[in-house]
Every structure is written in structure tokens, then in C-alpha cells.
């Protein structure tokens, strides 16, 4: 699995990635959902893998994806095999990090069903674990078919971790660990030594993550139901007045921008757009305003500014951490839309922008769109590099800039 793992060289490559022969604009969606164009994605070693499971077809020029076929046709645990129980626990410790409190982790797999010598001694060491764990299981059902399910629940209190006999695995111990990620984020953030000596990723805790409180010592409600959720406080912003009134302003600024100016003012055909990311989140706020679009949108949360990841999590919207000097963990030509809101004055005081507009360049289809809101002079820094990668830029309102890739590539030497 290593080719899947993302590789960040010391020194940055400096070029552009090819298309694959014969490329074309993207399906639009929802039609996409079921077909897309072979020469996009001209991989038939998958086709001839999943042939026997219905998933993938070639019908003429596209890939289809009929479904409705044998899935796992020798068992699931034959294509996916995640250790839970391995090293102690400390995957389900993960999982029991990343779940809110009375939060749901619903588990099939041959050790729920199966009697034999192996299985059972993965069942009996996930029952010691989530049971240390303050776990419940809701439910556990297996049938003559050979389909076994356990749904396990988070505690919604901290009462079951105080009455446990042994502390083990401990609480733990680290305020912070909450949020650990790629990223050592408190320690970017406060550390005087240079940047490239940081460590990069937060190795798996042998501890359970602390519930969390609210700023009075009371452990968070969960979020509201959906939509509601989405535009009411959510439960991790702190019960500040002046953080909830910045909250509220952020939230009603994007909706009225994307209304007056992103809507309608940019020239943004989003009938082709599906794919989006925001590059800098914040509160999710562009996002929020999107939401009646049939759109969907990856909110990033750069590791040098604010940490609202868990504020976009309760809104019920998805994001990660990134840090934008190094390159994204995706497939080229992933996205239809990149937007980001004041990024850059941040970026060039640790990396080359022409190695983030290189990046940009990677995970942008031809003919998807860049809108950068910044100053005019980052926007006369930045128009010059797009323009030597052959992308038309539009400027509006000496704040807005609209960048859109073509399909230009250098010619090989």
C-alpha cells in the first residue's frame, strides 16, 4: 500500500503532472455518480480485478458502476481486514478519539459469527477492550446467512470511567490530544525552533481522550438535528459572547458575499462544479452558505491559523488539517473548485508560492475554477504565475481573483 501513501520530498519537484491521453471534462453530476470517461481514468487492470463483483464496467468510452452485484464474493474479511485489537487497542483507542460523546461504531466482520479458534480470540479481546473502554453494545446480531454485526456506543459521562476497577487504559493526560491529527498543532503553533525540525505526525495514544467540557466544566450537549445543526451554536465554540458574536458575524457575512458576489458575480459556471474545497476554512462559513447548492465541499483548517475543525465537525460539515507548504493527500484533478479567503499572507512566510500554485495546479481539473479573496498585492503576485501556466485570471472588484486551469501542459524535452 505504499504507492497510496502520501510522499513529501525534501525539496520540492517543481513541475506539473501530465494528463492521461485523451482526457476530457468530467461527468457532470449526478450522472457522474454512475458512469464517468475511461480515458480519465484508464485503469483496465481494475476493471478485470472486480469483474467477478459487478462493480466496474467498461461499456465503450466510460467506466460504469451498475452495483446491485456480488460485493465480497469471499467474505468481507477477505478484502478488508482492520486489527482493532492490535497493539493493545490502541486503533479502537483512535476511534473512541475522533467519536463524540454517545457516538456509534457499528462493526461487522467474521469474529461477531464465526466459532472458530482464531475469531473468537479477536471477539474476546474486543469485548476486554471496549468493555475498559466504557463501551455498550446496542446491539449484536448474526443470522444462518453468515452476516454478523455489533454496534457499540461511546459513553455519553465520565461516571464508567471513574468506577473502573483498573485504570487501564488511563485517561489521558494531554489536554491537546483532542485534536492531535497529522499534525503536533500546539507545538507548530508555540515552538521556537525553526519549522522544518518540527515532528510531523501524532503517533496512536495508549489513553482514552477526556469527554469534553464547556468553558463551566459541563460535558458538551450533542449538536442540534439536522439542518438545524448547521446554523445554530455549535457545541464546541466556547459560551463567550464576543467568540459567539464572531461566530454569528462570520456566518452572515459568507452567506451575504456568496449571495451578492460568488453566486452570480464571477463568472462561475457552477453547473459543472461538484467537487469544492475551501483552503482555509475558518468556521465554515462559505461552506454554510453553499449548502442549498448540489455541491459538496472538503473544509481544510491550515495548521498555522485557528484551530475550528471541531466547530465544523459539530456544524455536520466534513474538513481536515493541512499544512499548505507540503502537498495534499489526494488524487490529481480531484476538485472543480478551489476557494480561499486571505491564505497566502500566511504561506509565503514558510513556503515558495509558486510550489503552492504548482500544488493548486495538481489537485485542480482543466477547466475547474481558483477563487483567491485577497489583497491587490498578493493578487499581482499570483496572477503572473497562473499566467505562465497558461490559466486565464479575471480580477474583480481589486479583491477577487478567478483563475481557471486549461488544459495546457509543458512540452516533454
Known amino acids: 500500500m505504499e504507492h497510496r501513501e502520501r510522499h513529501c520530498p525534501e525539496t520540492s519537484l517543481n513541475c506539473l503532472l501530465p494528463l492521461p491521453k485523451g482526457y476530457k471534462v468530467p461527468v457532470h453530476w449526478p450522472k457522474s455518480r454512475d458512469m464517468i470517461w475511461y480515458d480519465n481514468v484508464p485503469y483496465p487492470k481494475l476493471v478485470e480485478y472486480k469483474k467477478d463483483q459487478h462493480w466496474v464496467v467498461k461499456s465503450g468510452e466510460y467506466l460504469k458502476f451498475p452495483g446491485g452485484g ?43 459469527y464465526r466459532d472458530d479458534d482464531r475469531d473468537q480470540k479477536v471477539w474476546k479481546a474486543m469485548v476486554a477492550i471496549t468493555k475498559a473502554m466504557c463501551w455498550k453494545v446496542v446491539a449484536k446480531a448474526d443470522d444462518s446467512s453468515g452476516i454478523g454485526l455489533v454496534i457499540y456506543q461511546k459513553p455519553t459521562s465520565s461516571s464508567c470511567y471513574e468506577k473502573r476497577k483498573e485504570n487501564n487504559p488511563p485517561l489521558c493526560e494531554n489536554a491537546d490530544g483532542k485534536n492531535s491529527s497529522w499534525y503536533f498543532i500546539s507545538l507548530i503553533i508555540s515552538c521556537p525552533v525553526p519549522y522544518e525540525t518540527f515532528p510531523k505526525y501524532a503517533r496512536l495514544n495508549n489513553c482514552l481522550t477526556p469527554l469534553p467540557v464547556d468553558g463551566n466544566g ?62 482555509n476554512a475558518g468556521y ?20 498555522d491559523m485557528q484551530d475550528t475543525l471541531s466547530i465544523i465537525m459539530d456544524r455536520g460539515l466534513i474538513g481536515m488539517y493541512h499544512d499548505w507548504c507540503e502537498s495534499f493527500s489526494t488524487y490529481p484533478r480531484t476538485y472543480d473548485l478551489l476557494h480561499s479567503s486571505f491564505l497566502f499572507k500566511h504561506l509565503e512566510q514558510r513556503c515558495d508560492l509558486v510550489d503552492v500554485v504548482v500544488e493548486i495546479d495538481r489537485i485542480l481539473r482543466p477547466n475547474g475554477y481558483l477563487v483567491i479573496q485577497d489583497s491587490m498585492e498578493m493578487l499581482s503576485k499570483l496572477s503572473p504565475i497562473l499566467h505562465s501556466l497558461h490559466w486565464s485570471v479575471t480580477l474583480h472588484q481589486n479583491q477577487f481573483l478567478v483563475g481557471r486551469k486549461s488544459f495546457w501542459r509543458p512540452m516533454s524535452s
Do not use: C
Request: aromatic content about 12%.
Open 70 to 112: 456480488t460485493q465480497f464474493k469471499d467474505g468481507v474479511d477477505h478484502y478488508i481486514k482492520v486489527h482493532w485489537d492490535a497493539d493493545g487497542g490502541k486503533p479502537l483507542y483512535e476511534l473512541n478519539r475522533v467519536l463524540r460523546p454517545g457516538g456509534y461504531f457499528a462493526w461487522s466482520a467474521t469474529p461477531v
Open 218 to 279: 459541563k460535558l458538551q450537549s450533542w449538536p442540534k438535528p439536522w439542518p438545524q445543526r448547521l446554523t445554530s451554536k455549535p457545541p464546541s465554540l466556547p459560551s463567550n459572547s464576543k467568540v459567539i458574536e464572531e461566530f454569528n458575524k462570520d456566518s452572515n457575512h459568507w452567506s451575504q458575499l456568496v449571495s451578492e458576489v460568488y453566486a452570480d458575480g464571477l463568472s462561475i459556471k457552477w453547473s459543472s462544479v461538484r467537487n469544492v474545497m475551501d483552503m
Open 284 to 303: 465554515a462559513g462559505f461552506a454554510a452558505a453553499l449548502i442549498d447548492r448540489p455541491i459538496w465541499i472538503m473544509n481544510v483548517v491550515p495548521i
